[in-house]
């Protein structure tokens, strides 16, 4: 069966768009110089049922194509965390749903699940970890043509975190490892735990989960890859303040060194984004102004962070302000329970950490894509002696404030920016391609991947694919009830770099 498509095409480059909610709006997108839109001016459909749709994860299926997993209440209430099961899709690179038009069911138990972590298997395959209830963590394998070896509990009981689930994944850059990071309160204090994920020859080995940190306030970890193994982060509370900590796993995911402090912090649980700067080095960007005040901005401050012996030595320098609050998602109509329509209220957490994003750059530096205000703007930094940071480079005056950006490497050259755009009942997706030309980032044309969408249009991810091409994922909410989610195939149509 070929990709569902629900609404006119178009043309435009090779990516995959994930996100929260849309609705369809008639339109003309135009691609950008160099690219082409690979799947259409509407992309393709997934799983086109009257039930909602959260946290999509993607992975390459070494073949052009790619494998996703995400949360959905299908044929159940539309309520909490405890209605949700996950279902997983294989698409190929011409766009055919290769699992099936009801998808594939891998997770459904009364207690509900969360996805937590996605690997790819060889072949074709997926390894996806996830939560069911408030305090197992569970694992399954899908083979390339969509059959489930026998789900694995991989801890049986473990203490429920602040927001009941993990909150950080991160795979190895060559895919064959990752390391899954929580927080877990256990009896007078809480744990942050790590769990690390290997393949070895033909088979997944998990485990065993380490703690890397404990305290009565230790909360919201984040994990990046680096070229020779992991960094995590955390936040904590001094009394005072707040601090954020860091501790090196090596490429086998033990923990290599005692934690040490980034920063001190006005508030803890704040920081915003992390990006891989070399082997033993990884930039940070968090915020340096309290942000109790819902009126105020956000000031940020980036720190380059470089292993050392004693555990870390770290840069650090003022990178502007930022938009406080990200993200909210209006009220659509769905149909619950019996299938009788209702008014649903949908709220996202405050997410900090996408106000600012970071990307890096060859030689060790990075890129740091801001939204301030209505106002999206990129600049370089670099460390060779002191930390600097170059001039901004604006992409776009007219961005959601209330909606993620995103911004990828370009695998032929430069980077790929993603945003949201609004005017009047209707959120634009925009896309703009980024590179150097004589030393200074250049902005190029802003072009429309898919038609116009719902207010509460948000990113998930931005996945390389290889051969030049990126998937790029959305997911929606159109009257009627049915949630949708929407894939495009962002390519470059000469399949060289314009550089």
Not at 311 to 317: D, E, L, T
Not at 441 to 448: D, E, I, K, N, W
Request: some cysteine; overall charge positive.
């Amino acid at each position: 069966m070929g990709p569902r498509r629900l609404f006119p095409a178009v043309t435009a480059p090779a990516f995959l768009l994930v996100g929260a909610f849309l609705v369809p709006m008639p339109c003309q997108a135009a691609a950008g110089p160099g690219y082409s839109l690979k799947w259409g001016a509407s992309g393709v459909t997934v799983a086109t049922t009257e039930w909602f749709k959260w946290s999509v994860r993607a992975v390459p299926d070494g073949q052009g194509g790619a494998i996703m997993a995400w949360e959905e209440n299908r044929f159940r209430r539309m309520c909490c965390r405890d209605t949700r099961d996950v279902y997983a899709q294989r698409v190929d690179a011409s766009g055919k749903l290769l699992w099936g038009a009801s998808d594939l069911k891998v997770a459904g138990e009364e207690e509900g699940e969360e996805t937590a972590g996605m690997l790819a298997s060889p072949g074709g395959g997926a390894l996806l970890l996830w939560r069911r209830g408030m305090n197992v963590l569970m694992a399954r394998e899908m083979d390339p043509g969509g059959a489930t070896m026998r789900e694995a509990v991989v801890l049986g009981n473990e203490p429920a975190g602040e927001w009941g689930g993990f909150n950080g994944f991160a795979a190895s850059p060559d895919g064959r490892a990752g390391v899954l990071v929580w927080a877990s309160e256990f009896p007078g204090h809480w744990q942050v735990r790590a769990l690390p994920v290997r393949r070895a020859e033909d088979r997944w080995g998990l485990g065993p989960p380490v703690t890397l940190a404990m305290g009565t306030s230790v909360r919201s970890p984040s994990i990046t890859a680096l070229a020779d193994g992991w960094l995590v982060l955390w936040a904590d509370s001094d009394g005072k303040g707040g601090a954020l900590w860091g501790v090196w796993l090596d490429a086998t995911g033990i923990q290599s060194g005692k934690p040490f402090k980034v920063a001190s912090v006005p508030r803890p649980y704040v920081f915003m984004s992390t990006a891989p700067g070399g082997p033993g080095r990884a930039w940070v960007a968090f915020a340096a102004s309290s942000p109790d005040d819902p009126a105020r901005k956000l000031e940020v401050r980036l720190a380059l962070v470089t292993r050392g012996r004693s555990g870390a030595a770290i840069k650090s320098a003022a990178a502007g302000s930022v938009t406080r609050v990200i993200m909210f998602v209006p009220p659509p109509i769905a149909t619950i329970g019996d299938g009788s329509p209702a008014q649903v209220m949908v709220r996202e957490m405050v997410a900090w950490r996408r106000t600012m994003v970071l990307a890096p750059e060859a030689g060790g530096g990075c890129l740091l894509l801001k939204l301030d205000g209505e106002r999206l703007a990129v600049r370089g930094a670099l460390a060779r002696g002191e930390l600097r940071l170059g001039p901004e480079t604006e992409v776009s005056a007219e961005a959601s404030p209330s909606m993620a950006p995103e911004i990828v490497a370009d695998p032929l050259g430069g980077w790929i920016v993603a945003w949201t755009g609004q005017g009047g009942n209707v959120a634009s997706i925009r896309v703009a391609r980024l590179e150097r030309s004589a030393g200074k980032l250049v902005a190029g044309p802003a072009f429309q991947p898919l038609a116009d969408l719902g207010l509460g249009t948000r990113f998930a991810d931005l996945l390389p694919l290889g051969g030049g091409n990126v998937l790029m994922t959305t997911i929606s909410a159109i009257p009627g009830g049915a949630g949708l989610l929407n894939l495009q195939m962002l390519g470059r149509a000469s399949g060289k770099s314009s550089r």
